[in-house]
């Protein structure tokens, strides 16, 4: 009999309690135990067991949890032996006191109450210790420090209060301790977002310097996220850290589900003829050299609702992605028509994220793409450059069709309240009826022109960030009948726009379409100047070049020149 699926639990003595299905990665704790690395730090997409496997390991150090052999009964860590035939890991399950804590509810918009919420959870942390007010071990201005925690605390008290717990800890029970951080980084990230990083930025160094480097009473330390910060922003005095990041090959099926476990589950779950179907969504995820890894959001959901959806890109607003997609230059737009396209496309990946480069780095905004399991390794190169420096180029592509489903939604919603007016434009685009496309294309301009333009630089002065979200919204309602391309070269030149039509069964049922975008310059007095010349443009250069290459006859190529100024719109 299948067990019970238990969605959204990551409490792992809740889950084994229960008896819920669990993919047993207890393998983990005697992975990262015997690495002895002091701090490690642990990048992982979400909604990758990084919150259970914290948890985990809660439950199995901590003196809390000394006598609850039945939480790991029954899995691989408690038939670990050691070489001379002991049985060594039930001999140090809940021997360690633990600081375990959880950054993920940090989502404010301001940096005060960002840090208040910080305190806050610090707060609580120090009330599951309250019995520290009666230790012997400890003096009376160490018990008053316990006591002047709370959420409106001093930074510089806050900044040290894991570093006090931790010595705290240690006299009461007379042994160093292990501290567990999840989600470090979501503080960060909202921080970006809502324009007070460099608030946080100080705040968060000050408490890590405290908490990892400067701190005797650590025994070792563990912090998950979904993205590496750069050591210049908040890992700048820790030298003792050991990063492990999603193309590191250390810890590489702890985290997510393999495909044997998949398709185990599969079978568990009387779901075995649907093997392939599930592969098809999900598959995709690799982690160091290891493929085929799966996320496990989407299959325990799969498993409880028996058929297939965007479970995984559902589970967040997915904002700060679609910031950098929507407001990204000409560029990042550009290789997203590719991705969609099933492409791959080959840049170089810095891991260390940092967030001050995002508006204005391309390699930042793919390596934050890549971190949070948007994209994923196809391949990569290691080399040194004619200057001595040792570089990676890495090809990537979108990871599996349920992240491919979730950007083509994305893309739709860019249009919001004008969608309407934006699918009637694709109609008449569909139809040739110039009159239409011109009323519909308008309305459209007037209300998302300067969303995608994002007030770096006027509409006028920067009208490709509009273009080329068009474009990908082209692709997501054309892609069963064109084949879309932008920026590529035929002819004399390069077009801005080609709708290729599909062939059916040998039939061209679709005439092909060529779009060129101009904006109206201070020589041309009326709009339809701006219109007539793009025409001009097509014809000059030839852009038709490839499509007549492929057999497509001149009648059935159309040609619309699209005139731009401000947000007006003039197409002929």
Request: charged share 30%.
């Given at each position: ?7 959204g ?5 809740k889950?084994?309690v ?7 990665k207890?393998?983990f704790?005697k ?14 997409p979400?909604?990758?067991g990084k919150t259970?496997?914290v948890s985990m ?7 809390e949890y000394?006598g609850?052999s ?12 050691s ?10 399950q809940?021997t ?8 993920a509810?940090v ?5 005060e ?6 305190c806050?959870?610090?707060?609580t942390l120090?009330?599951?210790y309250?019995f520290?007010l ?9 018990k008053?420090f316990?006591?002047?925690?709370s959420?409106?605390m ?11 717990l931790?010595?705290y800890?240690?006299?009461h ?6 501290i567990?951080?999840d989600e470090?980084d979501?503080p960060m990230?909202?921080a ?7 608030e ?10 405290a ?13 998950t ?8 922003s ?5 030298n003792?850290?050991k990063?492990v990041?999603?193309?590191?090959d ?5 985290f997510g589900?393999t495909?044997e476990?998949v398709?185990?589950a ?8 649907q ?7 999900y598959d ?10 799966y996320?496990?959001?989407?299959i325990?959901n799969f498993?409880d609702e028996?058929?297939?959806?965007t479970?995984w890109?559902n589970t967040s ?7 950098l997609v929507?407001?990204?230059s000409?560029?990042?737009k ?5 991705l969609l396209?099933?492409e791959?496309?080959?840049?170089e990946i810095?891991?260390q ?7 204005s ?5 793919w390596?934050l ?7 994923k ?5 290691t080399?040194?450059?004619e200057f001595g420096e ?6 990537l592509e979108?990871?599996?069709?349920e992240v ?6 994305m893309?739709?919603k860019?249009f ?8 009637d434009?694709i109609?008449?685009l569909l139809l040739g ?7 519909y294309?308008?309305r459209?301009?007037?209300e998302v022109?300067s ?9 006028g002065e920067e009208?490709?960030r509009?273009y080329h979200?068009?474009?990908l919204?082209?692709m ?7 084949v ?17 039509p599909?062939?059916?069964s040998?039939?061209q049922k679709n005439?092909?379409?060529i779009?060129?975008f101009k904006?109206?310059d201070?020589?041309e ?11 001009r443009?097509?014809?000059?250069r ?5 499509l007549v290459?492929k057999?497509?006859p001149e009648?059935?190529?159309r ?8 947000k007006?719109?003039l197409?002929?």
């Amino acid at each position: 009999m299948a067990r019970i699926v238990g969605i959204g639990c990551q409490d792992f003595e809740k889950i084994r309690v229960n008896n819920n299905f669990y993919v047993d990665k207890t393998g983990f704790i005697k992975e990262w135990w015997e690495a002895a690395d002091d701090v490690t730090l642990i990048t992982r997409p979400r909604r990758f067991g990084k919150t259970l496997n914290v948890s985990m390991l809660e439950k199995f150090f901590s003196v809390e949890y000394a006598g609850r052999s039945e939480l790991f009964e029954g899995l691989a860590i408690w038939q670990e032996k050691s070489p001379d035939g002991d049985y060594k890991y039930r001999q140090i399950q809940g021997t360690y006191p633990v600081i375990a804590l959880s950054f993920a509810k940090v989502k404010e918009t301001s940096y005060e109450n960002a840090k208040k919420k910080i305190c806050q959870i610090i707060r609580t942390l120090y009330n599951q210790y309250d019995f520290l007010l009666d230790s012997e071990k400890l003096n009376e201005n160490e018990k008053e420090f316990c006591r002047n925690i709370s959420a409106n605390m001093e930074e510089y008290i806050a900044t040290d209060s894991l570093n006090a717990l931790s010595n705290y800890l240690m006299k009461h029970y007379g042994k160093k301790v292990i501290i567990l951080l999840d989600e470090y980084d979501t503080p960060m990230q909202e921080a970006y977002v809502n324009g007070y990083w460099k608030e946080m930025v100080t705040f968060i160094r000050g408490m890590f310097n405290a908490a990892f480097k400067s701190n005797p009473y650590l025994e070792r330390a563990m912090m998950t996220g979904i993205t590496r910060i750069s050591k210049e922003s908040i890992f700048s005095d820790l030298n003792n850290l050991k990063v492990v990041t999603t193309t590191s090959d250390k810890y590489t099926d702890c985290f997510g589900f393999t495909e044997e476990e998949v398709f185990s589950a599969l079978d568990e779950f009387s779901l075995s003829e649907q093997k392939q179907q599930v592969k098809d969504w999900y598959d995709g995820f690799t982690f160091g050299k290891k493929k085929d890894i799966y996320n496990p959001w989407s299959i325990i959901n799969f498993l409880d609702e028996r058929k297939v959806g965007t479970y995984w890109a559902n589970t967040s607003s997915n904002s700060l992605v679609g910031k950098l997609v929507r407001e990204g230059s000409k560029n990042i737009k550009e290789t997203f028509e590719r991705l969609l396209q099933g492409e791959a496309v080959c840049t170089e990946i810095d891991e260390q994220i940092v967030y001050d480069l995002l508006d204005s780095d391309e390699q930042a905004v793919w390596s934050l793409l890549l971190a949070s399991g948007y994209l994923k390794v196809k391949k990569y190169e290691t080399y040194t450059s004619e200057f001595g420096e040792w570089k990676q180029d890495y090809e990537l592509e979108l990871t599996n069709f349920e992240v491919k489903a979730m950007f083509r939604g994305m893309i739709r919603k860019w249009f919001g309240s004008v969608y309407a007016d934006y699918t009637d434009f694709i109609k008449a685009l569909l139809l040739g009826d110039i009159r239409a496309m011109n009323i519909y294309m308008n309305r459209v301009t007037s209300e998302v022109f300067s969303y995608f333009d994002t007030g770096r630089k006027s509409s006028g002065e920067e009208p490709e960030r509009f273009y080329h979200g068009f474009v990908l919204g082209l692709m997501v309602e054309l892609t069963d009948r064109y084949v879309i391309t932008s920026n590529r070269e035929s002819g004399f030149g390069r077009y801005d726009v080609m709708l290729e039509p599909r062939i059916v069964s040998g039939i061209q049922k679709n005439d092909a379409i060529i779009l060129e975008f101009k904006v109206q310059d201070e020589e041309e007095k009326e709009l339809s100047d701006t219109a007539q010349e793009a025409l001009r443009q097509i014809e000059k250069r030839n852009y038709q070049a490839n499509l007549v290459a492929k057999g497509i006859p001149e009648e059935r190529i159309r040609k619309y020149g699209f005139a731009f100024c401000g947000k007006k719109v003039l197409i002929r």
